[in-house]
C-alpha cells in the first residue's frame, strides 16, 4: 500500500518539479555568465578610474599645500585639510616634518601683533641649545636642530625688523610636530552585506607623497584612502542588477503559477491531492467507497483511482474479519476486570521505564491480609464490593498528593501497588498515613472489619537494583510492617544510598581491572538441524565478599560512572579472545549499552578491532533490548547502519510489538529478531499470540530478518513454531 501510494504521488508530481528545476537551472546559468561578464568590466574600469582620481587628487593636493608649508601658514593648511578630508576619499592625511625651511612671511605669520611685510628682516638665530639657523637665500632660512630638540615643543625663533630707521627685537613660534587630519564617519553609511568582501576584494594602496625644497626634504604627506564610495557604488551595480534579473524572471514564474494552478492543478494535481487522502484513510483503516466519476483527470488517471477502489473494497473486508475485538482484549491482559486498575504486568513496563528514565520515587505495596475473616464477617458477596470501595478511597487520596506522578496497579486478590515518582519519605510517609487512616474511617462506617486490615510497606526507587531487588526491599519493608496492626513501614533514601558508594567503588575497580570472567548462555538451537546457532555472553561478575553481581545492576553504575563504554570494550575483546581459541562456528551475541552504542569513539575502536579480525566479525552479533532501542530510535538506527558497513550483525531482544512497531523497523537492515517469551509461552493455546508471531514471521521474511525465540518451554508451543518457520530457539 505505501509503495502503490507513493508512486501515485511521484509520478505527475516529478513533471511538475523537472519543468521548474530546469527553468531555475536555465536562468540561473544564464544570469551567472551575464553577471560575470557585465561586472568584470564594470569592475574593471570602476578600478582604473578610482586610481586615476586618487592619483589626481593627492598631487594637486600636495603642490597646494607646498606654499603653505614654507610660509608655516598653520591656519590656510589646517583649512586646506578640513576641506579635502570632506570629499570623503581619505579616512586619514597625515603630514610629517622632516626638515623646517620658512621664509620671511613665515616669520611675520607666526610673530605675535607684527606683520609689516614691508619691514626688513635680520638677525634670524635661535638658541643654541635647539640648534642653529642657518640662511639658504635672501627669504629663506633653514632650522638645523640639536640633539637636545623635541619635535612636539614650540621653537622660538629671534630676529630684528628694519622699518623707517626703527629695529625691533621680535620672536615668532613655530611648531613642528605631526599633523593629524582624520574623517568623521557618517552616520547614515550602509553596512555592506558579508558577499560584497566575495565579489569586489580589491585592495587599493594608500598614496604618499613628499615635498623637496631645493634638495632638501620637507614634508611627508600618507594618504590613507578610503573605499566607502567605491564600495557602495559597487553594492548598488550589483543590487541594481538582481532586481533587472528578478524582474526579468518575474514574468517566467507568474506564467508557471497560471500553468500549474489552471490547468496541472485541475487534472493531475488535484486528482491527485484527493487520491492521496483517500489513500491516508486507507492506511487508518478509514475504509470509504471510491467513485472514479468524481476525479476530473487523465484517463490513466480515472484508471488508477478504479483499482484504488477495488483493493480498498478488498482491505476493508480483511479487515473486518480480522479486527477481533483487538482494543478490548488488550485492554483485558493490563487490566483488572473488577477495579479498572492495571496489572502487574504493567507494573513492571513501569518499573523498566524508570530504569530507563532515572526517575526517582517509592514503591509501595499495600496488601489486604485478613480478606478471608472480612468475607466471615460481612459475607462473601461483599467482598467485591468492598474492593471498589479501598481502590476508590485509596486513588482519592492519591490524587490529593499528587494527580500525575503516582499509579495504583492491583497484582491479584489482596494485593495491591503504588509507584510514586519523584516522592521524597517525608511526602511517601504523610500518603501512607492518610490511606491507612482514610480507609480505616471511611470503610468502618459500612463494614464490619477485622483487627489487621490493611499493612502498607515501601522502598525508594533503587536506580541501582533490578525488578526482583526492588521487590525484595519491598517485602523486608512488609515484614517489619506486619508486626503491628494496620501500620506501614517504609525503607528510607539513606538506606538505599548507604550502599552507593560501596558499589560504585566496586564497579570502578573491577572495570578498571578487568577483573571479571564470561559465560555463555542462552544457547540457540536452529529447528531444521537442532545446531547450536547462538549464544549470549554473560558476565560474571562478583563483590569483595564473591557475592555476585546482578548485571543489571553493574550495568547501572557504570553507565552513572561514565564507564560502561570501557565495560563493552572488555567484553568485546574477552569474546574475540574466546572465538580465537575455541574455534567456535556458531554467532555470539554480545549486550551492549545505549552509552555505548553512540559514543563515536567506541564506534571508531569497533570498526578498528573488528577489521582486525575480518575472520571473526561475522561471528559477532550486538544485541540491544526492543525497548531500549525504542526510547533511542536515533542513535539505534545509526548504530545499525554503522555495524551494516562492518559487515556485522545485530539482535533486536526481547521484542515486541509494542515496543517496535514493524513498520518502524522496516529501513532498519536488523538480522535477528529474538521474540519476546511472552508471545511464545502457550503459544499453541492462544489465537491472539498466533496471530502476532505470524504477523512477525511475514515481515521477516520480507526484509531478510531471522527470527529466534526464548525459553520455549511447551512440547507443543515448540514444535508449532517449528512448523511456522522459526529460525531457531532456547530452551
Known sequence: MKTLKKNILNKDSYIIAKNITVVIITFIVLFSLTFYIIFTDFKNELIKEAKIKYDLQTTSHSLQIKSMILNHDMKSLNKNLNEIISTNSFKTIKLSFNELIFNKEALLNNTPNFSDIKATISDVAIDIRYGSIKKLSDSYFYFVPSSFFNKDDFISIRYQA??????????????????????????????????????????????????????????????????????????????????YAFFMFFPVLVFFRFYNYYVFKRYVTKPIHKLNSLLDDILQNKFHRIKAKEFDGTQELKQMVQKVSELSNKLASNVNELNIS??????KKSTDTLTGLENQKIFEQDIKAMFVSSISGYVIILRLPT????????????????????????????????????????????????????????????????IINTTLKELS???????????????????????????????????????????????????????????????????????????????????????????????????????????????????????????????????IEYL??????????????????????????????????????????????????????????????????????????????????????????????????????????????RHKVKNILIFAQLNDMEILTDRVKSDNDYALLKRLGVYATSR
Open 162 to 243: 628694519y622699518k623707517n630707521n626703527e629695529i625691533k627685537n621680535l620672536f615668532a613660534s613655530f611648531e613642528f610636530k605631526d599633523i593629524i587630519k582624520e574623517q568623521t564617519l557618517s552616520k547614515q553609511r550602509v553596512n555592506f552585506p558579508f558577499w560584497l568582501e566575495y565579489i569586489f576584494d580589491y585592495d587599493f594602496k594608500n598614496r604618499k607623497k613628499e615635498l623637496f625644497f631645493k634638495d632638501k626634504k620637507i614634508l611627508t604627506i600618507d594618504y590613507i584612502l578610503d573605499t566607502y564610495n567605491i564600495k557602495y557604488e559597487v553594492y548598488s551595480f550589483t543590487k541594481n542588477l538582481f532586481l
Open 371 to 434: 480478606l478471608k475473616e472480612f468475607s466471615s464477617l460481612n459475607g462473601s458477596n461483599t467482598t467485591d464490593t468492598f474492593i471498589e470501595n479501598f481502590v476508590g478511597i485509596v486513588k482519592n487520596i492519591i490524587y490529593r498528593f499528587s494527580k500525575i506522578d503516582v499509579t495504583m496497579y492491583r497484582f491479584y486478590g489482596s494485593e495491591f501497588a503504588i509507584i510514586a515518582k519523584r516522592f521524597d519519605n517525608i511526602k511517601a510517609n504523610q500518603m501512607c498515613e492518610a
Open 326 to 331: 483487538k482494543e478490548t482484549l488488550e485492554r
Open 445 to 575: 462506617q459500612k463494614y464490619k472489619l477485622p483487627n489487621n486490615l490493611l499493612t502498607i510497606a515501601g522502598t525508594p526507587f533503587d536506580l541501582y537494583g533490578t525488578l526482583n531487588s526492588i521487590l525484595s526491599s519491598v517485602n523486608e519493608a512488609y515484614e517489619v510492617a506486619k508486626k503491628n496492626p494496620n501500620s506501614y513501614h517504609l525503607i528510607t533514601e539513606e538506606q538505599i544510598e548507604h550502599n552507593y558508594a560501596t558499589l560504585e567503588k566496586v564497579v570502578s575497580t573491577i572495570i578498571h581491572d578487568a577483573n571479571f570472567d564470561v559465560d555463555y548462555a542462552s544457547n540457540s538451537y536452529s529447528f531444521d538441524d537442532e545446531k547450536l546457532v547462538m549464544q549470549e555472553v554473560s558476565p560474571i561478575i562478583y563483590d569483595n565478599n564473591q557475592q555476585k553481581l546482578p548485571i543489571g545492576s553493574f550495568v547501572s553504575i557504570a553507565e552513572k560512572l561514565n564507564e560502561i563504554i570501557t565495560f563493552d570494550k572488555l567484553v568485546i575483546q574477552k569474546v
Open 580 to 689: 580465537k581459541y575455541s574455534k567456535a562456528k556458531h554467532e555470539i551475541a554480545i549486550n551492549l549499552a545505549v552509552d555505548t552504542i553512540a559514543n563515536k569513539e567506541f564506534n571508531r575502536w569497533l570498526e578498528e578491532i573488528l577489521n582486525a579480525n575480518k575472520d571473526l566479525k561475522k561471528k559477532i552479533v550486538f544485541s540491544i533490548t526492543s525497548y531500549t532501542a525504542s526510547l533511542h530510535k536515533h542513535k539505534f538506527k545509526k548504530f545499525v547502519k554503522h555495524v551494516n558497513e562492518l559487515e556485522s550483525k545485530v539482535l533486536l531482544k526481547r521484542y515486541n510489538t509494542n515496543d517496535y512497531p514493524l513498520e518502524e523497523l522496516e529501513n532498519i537492515k536488523v538480522d535477528y529478531l529474538r521474540i519476546d517469551k511472552e508471545y511464545t509461552t502457550n503459544l499453541s493455546n492462544d489465537k491472539i499470540k
